[in-house]
């Protein structure tokens, strides 16, 4: 990339104090906060207007969910470790948590597969009724997210050495902000849950 | 400051020494998979003008049976096939296509790529004095996706079910049921991913990239209407995706989001769980829609400013009241987008929101139109071809805006919803508006990226019957509307008693569009040829103000021979005491 | 001359037609001011500060603040036409109906690409309707005949009847798509919606007869527009509607009504 043509990749521009990938973080994390807040307002325009609306818990596994919840919210543990053990400098430390990271990822993305295939065959599809619908769709694009994000940090877990040699502020800043995606991933779990499963 | 300014970046390239200044780049890298803005900026601009002359191509066709419903077409009649057109006369089914097809390609494959894809990508860097964007590969990669999305929506005229016939809102159930929209929808998911990259480019770059002395009231009005436009971009898609989204599943995965229980179609019930509500989809879409309005007026606007005070030799008048409303603008579209809906069954309260927001929107735009005009006063005005385009824009817009009112208030609009007047209405702001302003940039530009002149006398030519011809096409609309005639008739409303008395003014509207094609020849014309005979000039050929005139034209990779750093706002044209009639902003105090 | 002429605007048919056309005109009025306004100014500068006659600029421009005046003069005509007429005009429209004793009440239901047109017969109340009973020729509403309230119900396809001089409540709906109710004479517009039972009410003050005589052609009609694309249909899916006099009404409803009952209510043919 014609890197020596662009200033503020690693350090923040004096005046806005910020580097070029921290605002661009920011902004594509609030077109995905118009991303799923569009997701939910139209969640709750269906519901509202829907004759008959099933309740959460009665078609969906609870428990099953919950144990997604706390996986996620601590790979968002360890991904802040991760982030911190590389200001400590520490590489090996920030190897293992942000692998625990991704492994958590996976962990997510196995539990969401049995629970589909599930539904799948008690057949219960998208075309069943709107509540299915919206809980594939909601849940489909949240599991792309994930996906997307472990492959962010996947990337930054192998190529974390030669960083390392080149320049770890640019490693820092980057891991900073795919952990800001992973912790929106994160959060938008924490809505879902509770819409989709309990109420 | 010079010194932190340049540290990161050589510390940076010193790190890994791969960059492009390093080796000569070979073809593929120059042109096709370019990170330089400049490419990428005229791979959008040309890819939008074909784009543009298409969809005004399905246009003029569809003109032929408006102003001659049932009358096989001549000429290419024949060339289209049985299908499509039996016997040279287009069906029903065809002239849906065409009708949706232009929407779509006009809005979101011609002006938006070329107004902030090209012009923005283009000029934005230079006139903040950036060396490229701030995300150069993100860049080319929007592009790239902007190309697969405009090239599967031309795919589906070939597909199965043909193009989308839903017109370009795909108002379901309609657009659930009818064929050719799934591959609408898959092109538009990749259309609207590219405007979220680029908008987060823009963005980032306008704040991070600003050279030394480029504070944010130095800046020219265009990089304001390029910076706001790209915060709509960034805000306004999502909504529209997700609606893309649901849609897809509709017509895919069988369920019914747009589908309320017990539709029967032709007879026979529809197979679908049902529940659903058709009016989400008009919210998601509108909420998207009319921001995305603003994205088709604001580069153009933007546009305007420049020409306008580069040719009256004078600065901005109210630059200041300029940039408040145009920031107020794109807040304020967000919440207006219901007026689209108000003959939905809306009730007393929520139209008396819309329809003031509406009201309230208008101010802004009065503003801004008020301002450009008063900036003619006292000048010197230059009647160059860019001035021309520049000058047609404004009472045209004002046309165009002044028509937006009556469909503002509801009690009126209940006449004219979904009439040829909200089609007049809205041309008179994007066709003789916002397109005219385009033709201003492009000949404006043209002299930066090439380093030659676009011949005047073909551009004055092509000004003049453009021009008349735009009026020529659209102003008939008004009365086709206040007489009730619907848009989006196949025969142009040849069935109808209450039209029978202003159908004539289809044929006045068909042979302007039709002078008006083949006008756009001496355009492109002009443009190739300008680009290999075209007058040679120097870096500024305009007497321009703005730092995109300080690079050498064309610019190099890296945009500046030297660092530049700005001094004063953008407009310091005939200056009190001054030896020349303009003062760079690069120009030392 | 009146807003219609000067608008252009189709034959005003309805009571409450009148004073959205004078909105419309004043809103036009205001408009022209505006751009004869401007458009002068426009013309005036390009003549007077062209190049050759005005070779050097004065870089001050414009220091009166009569734009500032004038923007307030429009804010101010648009509160004006905002809140004392569009708004009333519109709570008229859609919270102030007539009393259901005293209207004519008629389902429309939009379909592709026909209205299907539902009178409640003389206990004035519409009988049940079952998707599962819908046929496309003989009960394309799919109105259930067991339902004795049913029994009186009469239906017509492309043929809206109304009685000139009292107030009509259309309840408007469609089966499949998206379809737009248009009376150009009447001034209404509303979509119809499936899923969804959208009231709209008007006037007539006009009689079929009488608009036939002012327009000198005996085989005018009022229309039906639709105005929401529909489908491939869309431009052919034109009902008609007939404003009888008092008396003409009665003795068409009788009709109806007689033949209803001969056919058990499934009568679609006038
Ligand atoms: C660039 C695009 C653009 C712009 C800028 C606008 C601007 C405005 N639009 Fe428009 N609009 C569209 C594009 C645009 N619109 C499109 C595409 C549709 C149809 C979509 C569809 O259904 O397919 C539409 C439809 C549309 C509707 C829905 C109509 C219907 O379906 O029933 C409404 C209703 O409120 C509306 C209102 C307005 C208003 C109040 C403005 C205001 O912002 C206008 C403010 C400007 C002014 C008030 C001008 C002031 C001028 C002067 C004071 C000086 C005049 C001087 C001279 C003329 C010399 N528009
Ligand atoms: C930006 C938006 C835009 C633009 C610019 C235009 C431009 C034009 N539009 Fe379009 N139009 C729409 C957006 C637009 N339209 C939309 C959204 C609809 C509604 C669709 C629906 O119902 O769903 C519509 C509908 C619509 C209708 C109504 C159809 C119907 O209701 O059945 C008509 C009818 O005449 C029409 C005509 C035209 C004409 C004659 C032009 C002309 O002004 C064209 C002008 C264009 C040019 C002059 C092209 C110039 C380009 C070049 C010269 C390129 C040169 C190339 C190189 C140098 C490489 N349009
Ligand atoms: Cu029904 Cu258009
Ligand atoms: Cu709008």
Redesign the pocket.
Known sequence: MSAELIPYITEARPDTGLTNGKIGIWCFLASEVMLFGAFFASYIVLRTSAVEWPHGSSILNVPLATVNTVVLISSSVTMVMAWASLMRNDLSKYRLFLGLTVMFGFCFLGIKTVEYSAKFEHGLLPSTNNFMAIYFIMTGLHGLHVIGGMIVNAYFLFAAPSYWEHDRELLANRVENSGLFWHFVDLVWIFLFPILYLL | MEARHESPAHKHAADHGHGHAHHEPGFLEKYIFSTDHKTIGLQYAVTALFFLMFGFTLMMMMRWQLAYPGVPMPLIGGLLGEARMPGGVMTPDFYNELGAMH?TIMVFLGVVPLGVGGFGNYVLPLQIGAKDMAFPRLNMISYQFFFVGGVMMMATFFMPGGAAQSG??SYPPLSDINPGQTGWIVSMIFIITSSLLGAINFIVTTIQLRTKGMSFWRFPFFVWAQFVTSFLLLLAFPPLEVGAFLQLMDRVAGSSFFLPSGLVVSGQILPVAGGGNPLLWQHLFWFL?HPE??V??LPAMGIVAEVLTNNTRKPLWGYTAMVYSIIFLGFMSFIVWA??M?MTGMGSGIAAFFQTT?MI??VP??VI??ALFLSLWGGSIRFTTPMLFALAF??M??????T??P??LTSS?IQ???TYY?IG??HY??AP??VMAFFAGLYYWFPKATGRKMSETLGKAHFWLTFICMNGVFMPMFWLGLAGVSRRLYDGGASYAHAQHVLWLNGVSSWSAWIMGAAQLLFIFNFFWSMRRGEKVDRNPWNATTLEWEAPSPPPHGNFVKDVVVYRGPYDYSPRGYSSDFRPQAQEA | MNAQKLLFLPELASKHGGDLDRLTLYVHILMLI??VG??VY?VLALVKFRASANPVANPDGVQSHASSYIEVA?VVAEAILLLGFSVPLWAARVDQFPAEKDAVRVRVVGQQFAWNIHYPGADGVFGKTDINLVDAQSNPLGIDKKDPAAADDYTTVNQLHLPVNKPAIVYLSSMDVIHGFGLQEMRVKQDAIPGLVTPVWFEPTVTSDDMKKRKGDDKWSYEISCAQLCGLGHYRMRGYVVIDSAEQYASWTADQAKAAAESGGDDEWN
Do not use: K, N
């Open positions: 929407g370009w809102t829609a309005v603003y088709l007026i007026h689209h108000f509406t929107i208008s735009s009065v139109l008020a404004l009472p817009f004002g046309i165009g805006g002044l937006g009112l469909l503002g609009d004219l919803h979904d909200v209405h809205f702001v994007v508006g916002t | 505006l751009f401007w458009a426009f429009v």
